[in-house]
């Protein structure tokens, strides 16, 4: 299932009526997940609503920042974040719910081997008024920019959004792979489109609806929960962690290995929404149950999808606002900018260095801690190309760069808050 939506509980049965935050015109129905806080998942059929498209000419011109930039958006993975319900007096309470939904991602296989590769820009979307839609209660309207409201479709915790609106906001990052749209509330809820994913901002347990969701757009993973009394009769599925093969042969290389979900990877009757007729790899991974860690299976498959968007090919380094050039003989080191040192405000550097082929060349930023510099962050690969970012606080900073083997003439490109 593509379409994620997120709510406390199920009730016996839903009004197919949308609710005050969704106007939009519906043509027929459709099945859509629904989460519960305590990670259960099932499905509820909601209206289609079909929305007026809104292209990137139609939305407002927003800010746009790095939450961490490690290199040329052609050359990583590139994830967007947008937000909704924030002013213009909350865009720092927009980040700081940006970076911990981040940090929350980024702490989870297969994010974390490659947080190193991954862009992660902030658009700063500036509603009119703060909050979102039937928060705290329903028949409270807000002036938002996208137009995120609880109660959709009578699901008190699914947090709906315009599609439309927020890809356009996101297609002003410099790159766009993947899609979170984060609401103004403390409350618990959040999403999922074929396109992106919601979650309430203040809310510490709504980032995981998102990476679920990340399971289907980055991975193209399907579900593995199923609905009791259903049988599945389809064509073999093309996802590929569920099969209709009772022996598991579709992933055969991992039957009887352990998996970071618990227990060994066989074929368990239930998955892609069906309770007989479908085999899933695991007993109980991330696409069933939230909270879980992916399984062997489906971690792998989203390592390969991650990894296909990212370059170690050095040829962003002039891309960056400033760029230095120079050359160093092995065993010697320079300080750039010119010999010399720069201040900064606070927030996020990011820098990448271009060395000669063959020789290793390392990169450290340094800091100035009163009475001498101090390397704050480094980057030490037996590569000539390195590249590198730091959040820190406002002061003076020079890179070091280090011809630990090999010489030749390099450039750093760098950019600085």
């Known amino acids: 299932m593509r379409v994620l939506c997120l709510a406390a509980a199920l009730a016996a049965a839903v009004a197919l009526v949308p609710s005050p935050a969704v106007s939009q015109p519906h043509k027929g129905t459709e099945w859509k997940e629904v989460f519960s806080p305590d ?10 609503v079909v929305e007026p498209q809104v292209g990137v000419q139609d939305v407002a011109i927003a800010a746009v920042e790095p939450i961490q930039e490690t290199g040329p958006a052609a050359n990583r993975f590139d994830m967007v974040i947008v937000g909704d319900g924030y002013t213009a007096s909350e865009q720092g309470l927009l980040r700081q719910h940006a970076v911990a939904k981040w940090n929350e991602i980024s702490a989870t296989a297969p994010w974390d081997k490659h947080k190193g590769s991954i862009n992660v820009w902030l658009v700063g979307v500036v509603s009119n008024q703060s909050g979102v839609d039937n928060d705290p209660t329903q028949g409270v309207s807000r002036d938002t920019a996208l137009d995120m ?31 979170v749209a984060v609401g103004n509330s403390t409350k618990y809820g959040g999403a999922g489109y074929p396109s992106l994913s919601t979650v309430s901002g203040g809310n510490a347990q709504s980032a995981q609806v998102a990476i679920h969701e990340l399971g289907h757009s980055v991975g193209g993973l399907a579900d593995e929960y199923w609905t009791a009394g259903t049988t ?33 990877i066989g074929a368990y009757q239930g998955g892609h ?38 370059s170690t090919t050095p040829t962003g380094c002039t891309s960056y606002p400033t760029t230095r050039t120079g050359s160093l003989n092995a065993g010697a080191s320079a ?54 970012t730091y959040t820190g606080t406002s002061g003076y900073y020079t890179y070091r760069i280090t011809a630990v083997t090999g010489s030749g003439s390099y450039t750093l490109g760098y950019g600085a808050p």
């Open 149 to 179: 409201g609880f109660w959709c479709f009578n699901i008190e915790r699914l947090l709906c959004v315009n599609e439309s609106k927020a890809k356009s906001y996101a297609a002003q990052a410099p790159g766009v792979d993947a899609i």
């Open 273 to 310: 929404q069906y309770e007989r007729g479908i085999y899933r790899p695991s007993q109980d991974s991330l696409m069933r149950t939230l909270g879980k860690p992916f399984n062997s299976v489906s971690l792998d498959v989203m390592d390969r999808a991650i990894r296909s968007k990212i």
């Open 232 to 264: 599945y009769t389809g064509t073999e599925p093309r996802e590929p962690n569920v099969t209709k093969d009772p022996s598991g042969a579709k992933w055969s290389s991992y039957l009887g290995k352990p998996t970071p979900d618990g227990g060994t």
């Open 39 to 48: 990670g259960r998942i099932t499905r509820v059929r909601v209206p289609v």
């Open 335 to 388: 300080h750039q900018p010119d010999g010399s040192y720069f201040q900064a405000a606070a927030g996020s550097h990011r820098a990448c260095l271009d060395g000669p082929t063959g020789a290793n060349f390392d990169l450290a930023l340094q800091k100035w801690n009163g009475s001498a510099w101090a390397t704050v962050a480094s980057a030490t690969t037996s590569s000539p190309d390195e590249t590198l």
